[in-house]
């Protein structure tokens, strides 16, 4: 079959599984008729029931179906009606599989009735997964219509819609109910979530603006209600670009932290910078939920990579205590305001001053934070994407012979010289040095906080604008110039030092207050190129978020962190 016909039936195939009753009435609105689809436009097709479950967080579905106060299978029900819902307006599924959730629900409930107890700490939670994850009964394409049918492109393996990947085995484990695949772009090399089946899928919050990438379809479905926790993955960026964009909180753990054995991936063996898995929430408390949970599974008895670390309540203990003790404890922040390479744009220059502000009124202490260079850090981390000339990427078209998504294209369209074994050392080798004269600089602001400690965590931009436009690429680039990357880099610098990081929703845009700078004098041609491609009638409702950075396996301590200035947050009025 034609790749076209192929994409064509596989759409269909998966459109097909929604009920005819959660079918929205056609046409479906355009984003010029209906921008924001969140809230209680979604709510307007759901039950008062239903609009209770899906706006509630993990946290407190967990603790209605635990004890028995929800079904399992009205909750699942619930998402999964509002799951339909989100695809038909925002094109974030991949895969559908509805009726093997209510299954696994009304199991988890005849377990509850018969022994009086939950299956496990997530019994009865919805979770939604990326892609990337392998499930029994479903089809892995990653965006690729040459994996239509496959095992990651490669027919008769024997593990076609059999094998599991651990993360998946162990969600089960713990109750959990898994009932949807989310939407990425094909490479999984993109801050826009783009392929050929699905074709483009849109922010939630503002149709015109793009839910983020690679794990787009978990930012566009958690950031319109239906799901409460998912988990995508981050190499460049991938879980917190979305949460940004989509007002959500991610987390980005160390690599080690949490297990990825038996997902698929693109450029599967590069090992300079890992990709790692991570959740994405509407609080943090669902974030810490789900990651306790599977570090109590032992993933490393199952996964060669992963660290031996259960969660560790004494790092979350001691951020509390220097907050709760009364003793004036403070904390330091180190304000990263741009990165030397682009300028954020100025809803993120606001969101910034908002949590400077609310840092301080919160008693604490911020500095201004003067790392090493980024741009120099940058230029080896994205030499990790290129070491097999795009080898991999390219043979994955060709199994169909569709095109690249010009988000793609730019980087990977055009066959380059692969690394030599002796230019990849030299890069990892440049890699541990910056790693380390960034550690050294970190450690030096022990002198500049007045805690007697380095700072505690960096407030950064996650992009420089609060959300991309479709096709970013054309507005960074001029016609014909390569692109020097597939998203600016203020996700990167985190992957290359392998630091845990979580995403803090600030605020939204607001056309009345962030207005354009016209005096901007930008680094280079992209930079201003990025001030350019601001409008702020375009942007005015999209939320706008920011990243607190922590050092490598800080995951608890970055937590403890994003909920106390979240809280702060809540209370604030943009």
């Not at 989100?86 to 959730?101: P, R």
């Not at 660290?307 to 205590?321: M, Q």
């Amino acid at each position: 079959m034609d790749w076209k016909d192929l994409a064509a039936a596989k759409r269909s195939a998966v459109n097909a599984l929604i009920p005819e009753a959660w079918k929205l009435p056609t046409p479906i609105p355009s984003s010029s008729e209906q921008k924001d689809v969140t809230g209680k436009y979604i709510q307007q097709f759901l039950s008062p029931k239903e609009i209770e479950i899906t706006e509630t967080d993990a946290v407190g579905i967990v603790k209605n179906t635990t004890t028995g106060a929800w079904k399992a299978q009205e909750v699942i029900e619930a998402f999964c009606h509002c799951a339909a819902l989100a695809h038909q307006l925002l094109n974030c599924l991949h895969e559908i599989f509805f009726d093997a959730a209510i299954a696994d629900a009304k199991r988890a409930d005849e377990y509850f009735a018969t022994h009086g107890k939950p299956l496990g700490p997530l019994h009865g939670l919805p979770v939604s997964l990326k892609d990337q994850f392998h499930v029994k009964d479903v089809e892995t394409t990653m965006g690729y219509v040459g994996w239509i049918g496959t095992f990651e492109g490669v027919k008769g393996t024997g593990k076609e819609k059999t094998f599991e990947s651990e993360m998946v085995k162990e969600l089960r484990s713990l109750g959990a109910i898994l009932f949807c695949k989310t939407s990425v772009p094909h490479t999984l090399m993109s801050g826009e979530t783009v392929n050929n089946i699905i074709s483009y899928t849109w922010n939630p919050k503002n149709r015109y603006l793009a839910s983020g990438g690679s794990s787009g379809g978990e930012g566009a479905l958690i950031g319109v209600k239906g799901s409460p926790v998912g988990f995508g993955t981050d190499i460049g960026g991938s879980i917190r670009i979305p949460a940004a964009f989509c007002g959500l909180y991610g987390l980005r753990p160390s690599s080690g932290r949490l297990p990825y054995e038996g997902m698929a991936n693109s450029m599967d063996g590069q090992n300079s910078i890992l990709s790692v898995v991570g959740p994405l929430a509407t609080s943090v408390g669902a974030l810490r939920l789900v990651v306790k949970g599977i570090l109590s599974t032992d993933p490393w008895l199952h996964d060669p990579l992963v660290a031996e670390i259960p969660w560790r309540d004494e790092h979350e203990k001691v951020v509390l205590d220097i907050v709760k003790d009364g003793s004036g404890g403070q904390l330091c922040f180190g304000i990263m305001r741009n990165d030397g390479v682009i300028h954020p744009q100025p809803p993120l220059k606001r969101a910034l001053d908002i949590v400077v502000k609310t840092i301080e009124k919160l008693g604490h202490k911020v500095i201004e934070w003067s790392p090493p260079s980024h741009k120099e850090g940058l230029e080896v981390a994205f030499k990790t994407w290129i070491y097999d000339g795009a080898a991999d990427v390219q043979a994955a078209f060709a199994l169909s012979g569709e095109p690249m998504a010009t988000q793609i294209s730019s980087v990977y369209g055009t066959s380059q010289p692969q690394f030599t074994a002796s230019q990849i050392a030299a890069n990892n080798v440049a890699k541990r040095q910056f790693q380390k004269s960034y550690m050294e600089y970190w450690n030096s602001t022990a002198s500049l906080t007045g805690t007697a400690r380095p700072v505690d965590a960096v407030i950064s931009p996650v992009a420089p604008f609060p959300a991309a436009r479709p096709d970013m690429k054309k507005f960074l680039y001029k016609d014909g110039e390569k692109a020097k990357r597939v998203m600016p880099g203020y996700t990167t610098w985190v992957n290359l030092l392998d630091y845990s990081t979580a995403v803090l929703p600030v605020t939204i845009c607001d056309k009345t207050v962030d207005v354009k700078d016209t005096a901007f004098k930008g680094f280079s041609d992209e930079d201003e190129r990025v001030n350019e491609a601001y409008d702020p009638e375009l942007y005015d409702g999209a939320h706008v978020a920011v990243q607190v950075v922590g050092r490598k396996f800080q995951e608890e301590k970055v937590l403890a962190l994003a909920e106390i200035l979240g809280d702060a947050l809540g209370k604030h009025v943009a």
